[in-house]
Structure formats: structure tokens, C-alpha cells
């Protein structure tokens, strides 16, 4: 990604495309190469407006939810960053033959439910989901698909499981004394469909508890970024978390990959897999937050001190206008 920007700043946008699509690989590869130039300049040419601003909690920045279904639907998912950790005990039905767990979220559009979730809460308790699961579906960047492998199914499904969750967000602080960050539902409601009609529900509420601590705990985020990454659950896990990080460092810090397990592996075994995944999708993440400083090293990530992914005049302007009246 240093790449694409000292091209993007020697060539401008047409001499840097001209290059990635001379570049070797597959036609595929060339074409992948060219959309990140392509949205890296976006990014640099322009601060985002208020409608290209996402937010997400500090707490869900810094620990990760499962990238793929985990085995077991009555299982805990449990994340540690430091001395702050993260629970997701799953909910479920009681369906007249015993409790059914439906599992914790996981993949990449459960990410993108709750980043909207929260990006909506900022304005307001009670989200505005769109006049239609179509619209919620393109407001969230995705197409509108059916099939046991579209869009459809997959955000009803991921919608279910955050509805039913309880999220158990805790910080231990230096006296040995942990701080119960927030343990309630994000959402009170969440069914896009009325039980037993086939009607369409506009509105969701975050439970009062969550976004209480959301409106003093939210990262700004790049919408335009979240769009580059959106079929990546590490490629989102990464920006976030570089997004909370990188502006508050004074020093380098050096996160290792044991570290970053803890954080942000879901699915890997082994760190080396971590590793080998990182360094496959770190030119996706940087393209999505250009302005990150940060090194692969052999033995992790290399942070250092870094303009926010989206400038706090921006983020201000937006707190301002949404809280006006």
C-alpha cells in the first residue's frame, strides 16, 4: 500500500492505474491492484462527509467476533485485548421441545450489521433500518441476493444472532478490580419481520445501556474504507482495530503475534496461520486507512504513530449536526 500512495502522489490517479494494470499476476490480480488505487485516492482526495462516516465501540474494536460459524451454537465466545476482554453468550428460542441456541454473530456481515447499528445509534437509540429488507440490504453495501447463499438468509440470520446475544464487555484495571463495562443486549428488538405477519419492521432500538456507552465510547470510522473491506471479517477486525489505535499512540508499539491472537485470531490455530492471513490482507487494509503507519514484522505488527482514519474536525461536525435539536 506505501506503494500505491507514493504512486497515487508521483503520477497522480490515470499514471498510477496505467501501472497497476501493467502490473505482473493474473488479469484478476491486475484488477484487484486497480481498485485500491482507485479507492486509496478517494480516500486521500477527500475527508469523508457526514454520510461517509461509520462508528463502532472502542470495546468491539479492539477484540473480534468469529470469522466463520462456530461448531458449537450454545458456546460462549470469549476475546481478550489486554486488560480488556469480551463475552458473547448466545441466546435462543424455547420452541415447545426444548431451548434452541441460535450461536453468536460471526463473518463479515455481522460486522457490517453492527458497525450500521451503531453508526445509526450515534444520531439516535432508535435505528432507522430502511422501508424495506432491500433497502436495510444496500444501505448495509451489499446486494440484494437470494439462495441459500445470498445476502437474503445471511443478514437474517447474523440479524437473529445479535438480537439474541448478551455482550459482556469488561476492563480490569491496575488495583485488580474489574470494571463492568456494559452486560446487556446491542439490540432490544430486532426482527425484520413481525411474528406471524409478513410485514416489514422500519425500526429497531440499542438497548438504553449500550448506547449510553456507545456515544462516549464510539471510533469514527471511514465508510468508504468499510466498503473496500466488507468480504473480509480480518480485513474489518485489522481497520478497526488500527483505527482505535494508531491516533492514541505517542510511541511505536509492537503488538506480537501471540498478542494479536488473543485479539483478533477467530478461526486460526496457529500464529503462523494468523501471520500468513495478516500479510494477505494488510494491502486491503491500508488502502482502506492509507494514512496507517504500520510494519510487518516477523514476529508481528510494528504500530506507530499515525493521523486518525478520519480527521476529528469531520468526526466533530458530524456529532454536532446529527445533535443539533
Known amino acids: 500500500m506505501t506503494e500505491v500512495r507514493e504512486q497515487l502522489e508521483m503520477f497522480g490517479l490515470e499514471g498510477a492505474i496505467r501501472f497497476a494494470q501493467a502490473a505482473g499476476g493474473s488479469p484478476r490480480e491486475r484488477s484487484r491492484l486497480v481498485r485500491r488505487v482507485e479507492t486509496a485516492h478517494e480516500i486521500l482526495a477527500a475527508v469523508p462527509s457526514a454520510d461517509e462516516l461509520s462508528f463502532l465501540h472502542s470495546g468491539l474494536c479492539q477484540t ?7 461448531v458449537d451454537s450454545s458456546a460462549p465466545w470469549e476475546r481478550r485485548s489486554g486488560r480488556f ?12 421441545q426444548g431451548f434452541e441456541y441460535v450461536g453468536v454473530p460471526y463473518g463479515p456481515k455481522a460486522r457490517l450489521i453492527l458497525i450500521y447499528l451503531q453508526t445509526e445509534g450515534m444520531k439516535s437509540r432508535t435505528v432507522n433500518l430502511g422501508a424495506s429488507f432491500s433497502a436495510f440490504l444496500r444501505s448495509l453495501g451489499l446486494a440484494v441476493t437470494g439462495g441459500r447463499r445470498g445476502t437474503i438468509s445471511a443478514v437474517r440470520e447474523q440479524s437473529l444472532r445479535i438480537s439474541q446475544c448478551r455482550f459482556t464487555m469488561q ?17 432490544e428488538r430486532l426482527e425484520l419481520w413481525r411474528v406471524g405477519k409478513d410485514e416489514w419492521l422500519e425500526h429497531v432500538e440499542l438497548s438504553q445501556r449500550f448506547h449510553d456507552h456507545l456515544r462516549e465510547h464510539a471510533v469514527p470510522l471511514d465508510r468508504r474504507g468499510i466498503a473496500h473491506l466488507s468480504g473480509s471479517s480480518l480485513g474489518l477486525d485489522l481497520y478497526a482495530l488500527l483505527a482505535y489505535r494508531l491516533p492514541r499512540l505517542d510511541r511505536d508499539l509492537h503488538l506480537r503475534w501471540s498478542a494479536l491472537q488473543e485479539q483478533l485470531g477467530a478461526a486460526e490455530k496457529t500464529t503462523n496461520t494468523l501471520a500468513a492471513r495478516m500479510r494477505e490482507v494488510m494491502p486491503d487494509v491500508l488502502t482502506a486507512y492509507p494514512h496507517a503507519k504500520v510494519e510487518l514484522t516477523p514476529h508481528g505488527l510494528l504500530l506507530k504513530p499515525s493521523q486518525p482514519a478520519v480527521p476529528k474536525t469531520t468526526e466533530r461536525g458530524f456529532r454536532l449536526v446529527e445533535n443539533t435539536g
Open 85 to 96: 476482554s469480551l463475552t458473547v453468550l448466545p441466546g435462543g428460542f424455547n420452541r415447545g
Open 64 to 70: 473480534c467476533l468469529p470469522h466463520s460459524r462456530p
Open 171 to 187: 476492563w480490569s484495571s491496575t488495583d485488580a478490580t474489574p470494571k463492568l463495562i456494559s452486560n446487556t443486549q446491542i439490540v
